[in-house]
């Protein structure tokens, strides 16, 4: 709703193109270094309380936002939302603790799917309220209590974080059995207080499942992020999430975070200089470029719906998916840059959306099998910076590009795209089928066992 009215908004408080360019990177700025610490805060306190949290916080920015009638108040309505607007991040952390391994691809591929409609959907909304008087206060506001109605909602529907039984080998990596043994020494200092959490992850799966239900004096197996946590002090949460933030750091895992970035600025490069393009290269008028691409959104949802069809296809084998679906990807942005015409485009815009929405869900599956869903918070979050980073970069390499050619930006995103299909040739051969790192004998004794 608010994106598409920002850059109009900030220009009638009399900014110039430039200081509204500074205030326009604010957002992008601030995601880039709270998307890990928030997404690790969660693993710590847990995601009830680290959604409600950003929920209030990101309410309390778009309620200053529909406020802002300076160009300060506007730059600081914009620091709480990108220090705190990772509700989606945090929602992705959850499914991945509630869901089994093998259904985490299908329950990802509908979430996008649901948030795919959402932008889909708020541009039209937020449009239609722009037209009347003092629209963008009236869509401001709307924003604001949309996120107090969710924020009510995590508060007062029934809830659960105890973790799903678990045959996979997850815990194996560096960075699940650091958070592991974090979790049962947090589960034993709390038993000796007055809770009845405990954190044994070597206890026979069935008792990991038992209910909510169980009598007092019944320890429930699995975690309770909450319960453990919350009451230690700040100092202690900080330090942590900073324990977490260095063990994804030192972690083997650049490769896919490579990968990540490489394809998150090609992507974006396509799409950079789309309408201008579209206009110099075809004379496609402007409204008829936001059809084309409001389709390949709508395409874009859909194809969340695929991930799980396409999963069992290749047998779980995302490794593999992710390759085939980035080669895809490379091929769609060459065909769209030596389109000779608009129907080239539009094949390209149709494959397009449903390529880069599977890529998508596949690192997001690898990131967390190699790195642990004890950790799923920091490492969704670390992503997110990762694409950050990516944002950062594009509309500086775009107008670099275009400098050539319109044609510029989708050539360039071609060469990053082949960057990360020569990665994924070189690096999946040192994974296993499942997207682990390969252990060693004794860790793949442990894992046969």
């Known amino acids: 709703m608010i994106i598409p009215l920002l850059s109009h908004h900030v220009k009638a408080l009399g900014a110039s193109p430039t200081v509204a360019g500074i205030v326009g990177s604010t957002y992008g700025v601030l995601q880039l270094f709270s998307s890990t610490i928030v997404g690790s805060w969660s693993d710590v306190v847990g995601r009830r309380h680290s959604l409600l949290t950003c929920l209030v916080l990101s309410a309390l920015g778009y309620g ?10 506007f730059v600081l309505a914009r620091i709480p939302v990108g220090l705190f607007k990772h509700s989606l991040s945090i929602c992705r952390a959850l499914l991945s603790d509630l869901v089994s391994e093998t259904e985490r691809p299908l329950v990802m591929g509908h ?35 949309i996120f107090l109605i969710n924020a009510g909602l995590v508060w007062m529907l029934p809830w659960s974080e105890a973790k799903v039984p678990r045959t996979d080998t ?10 592991e043994n974090d979790y049962r020494v947090k589960s034993s200092a709390y038993q000796n207080g007055n809770g009845s959490c405990t954190n044994n992850h070597h206890a026979p799966h069935a008792a990991e499942a038992m209910p909510a239900s169980t009598a007092p004096g019944k320890h429930r197996r699995g975690i309770r992020w909450g319960e453990v946590t919350l009451l230690q002090p700040a100092w202690r949460q900080l330090s942590s999430v900073g324990s977490r933030i260095r063990m994804v750091a030192s972690s083997d895992m650049w490769d896919l975070f490579l990968v990540r970035l490489l394809m998150a600025v090609g992507i974006m490069l396509y799409y950079s200089n789309f309408t201008l393009a579209m206009e110099e290269r075809f004379s496609i008028r402007p409204k008829v470029t936001g059809y084309l691409i409001s389709y390949s959104s709508t395409l874009g949802a859909l194809a969340g719906f695929l991930v799980g069809p396409v999963t069992q296809l290749y047998r779980k084998d995302m490794p593999a998916l992710l390759l085939h679906s980035t080669v895809l990807t490379c091929s769609l942005i060459l065909l769209y840059a ?21 890529g998508r869900t596949c690192i997001t599956d690898l990131e967390l099998q190699r790195g642990g869903v004890q950790a799923s918070g920091t490492l969704i979050g670390a992503g997110q910076s990762v694409t950050a980073v990516g944002r950062v970069l594009a509309p500086l390499l775009s107008g670099l590009a275009q400098e050539f050619s319109p044609c510029g930006p989708p050539s360039l995103g071609v060469v990053l795209a082949l960057a990360a299909v020569g990665l994924l040739l070189v690096r999946i051969p040192k994974w296993d089928g499942r997207g682990r790192a390969k252990r060693g004998p004794a860790q793949g004794h442990r894992h046969r066992e």
Request: a negative charge; proline letters at 3%; one cysteine or more.
């Open 64 to 73: 200053l936002l529909g406020m802002s009638t300076s160009i300060t108040l």
């Open 111 to 145: 979430f996008n799917a649901a948030s795919s409609v959402g932008f889909i959907l708020g541009p039209v909304v937020g449009g239609y309220l722009a037209e009347h008087e003092g629209g963008f206060y009236t869509s401001s506001f709307t924003c604001a209590a």
């Open 170 to 179: 997850n815990s194996n990596s560096q960075i699940g059995e650091i958070g």
């Open 338 to 358: 030596a389109a000779p015409n608009v129907w080239h485009v539009l094949l390209s815009s149709t494959f397009f959306a449903i390529s880069t929405t599977i």
